[in-house]
């Protein structure tokens, strides 16, 4: 089992910044991609971002290119979101997830999942 509790979420101004940290417990966090997705009401939950195991790389959804950044710490056991220029339509429950295989867009095929953490940016 791996434990994940996201925290950093909170209310923004629009062209405003954020951080989001995932710790994670449990099994070997190295050992494990780690992925990042948000829900806004009434949506789907939607991919974000996603990072291999040794963070050599990393996938993003086209409409967070080059405002966001996925790094982690796996000394600390934790993954970050690095959230710039955010705009409202940003606004959704940003959950952390993790998987021994997957990277990529598909919610279902990640086995451990957060909390989750709310974002706010007001215009």
């Known amino acids: 089992q791996v434990q994940l509790v996201e925290s950093g979420g909170g209310l923004v101004q629009a062209g405003g910044s954020l951080r989001l940290s995932c710790a994670a417990s449990?099994?070997?966090?190295?050992?494990?991609?780690m992925g990042w997705f948000r829900q806004a009401p009434g949506k789907e939950r939607e991919f974000v971002a996603a990072?291999?195991?040794?963070?050599?790389?990393?996938f993003y959804v086209d409409s967070v290119k080059g405002r966001f950044t996925i790094s982690r710490d796996n000394a600390k056991s934790t993954v970050y979101l690095q959230m710039n220029s955010l705009k409202p339509e940003d606004t959704a429950v940003y959950y952390c997830t993790a998987d021994k295989y997957s990277t990529d867009s598909a919610y279902y095929n990640y086995d451990y999942w957060g909390q989750g953490t709310q974002v706010t940016v007001s215009s």
């Open positions: 990072i291999t195991w040794s963070g050599g790389s990393t």
């Open positions: 449990g099994r070997t966090f190295s050992s494990y991609n």
